[in-house]
């Protein structure tokens, strides 16, 4: 796969910017089809630094009911991936 397409896009939230600055994990939402490999590589192209770990996780949105039933909501893939001490990924 492209790097572009696999990595869509970094999650810039609180606990990803605490993960980053305290840990050097960085969160990005991936595509469904990627894998390990596939992430590692892309991060590798995209902001050359030396990749230590990637946890990869699917997160299921909860199902809302309205007056119609219930439907579910997207299911997001995302990735935390760890990078070397001395490496740092400039998001801003």
């Not at 980053?20 to 990627?34: K, L, M, Q, V, W």
């Not at 007056?67 to 001490?85: E, N």
């Amino acid at each position: 796969m492209i790097a572009t397409e696999v990595i869509r896009r970094p999650l810039i939230t609180e606990k990803a910017n605490a993960g980053a600055s305290d840990h050097n994990r960085y969160t990005f939402e991936i595509d469904h089809r990627a894998n390990k490999t596939d992430v590692k590589a892309a991060i590798i192209e995209l902001y050359k630094v030396r990749v230590l770990a990637v946890s990869v996780n699917n997160r299921k949105e909860e199902s809302k009911r309205n007056k119609f039933g219930s439907f579910a909501g997207a299911t997001t893939k995302r990735a935390v991936v760890r990078v070397h001490a001395e490496d740092r990924i400039e998001l801003f």
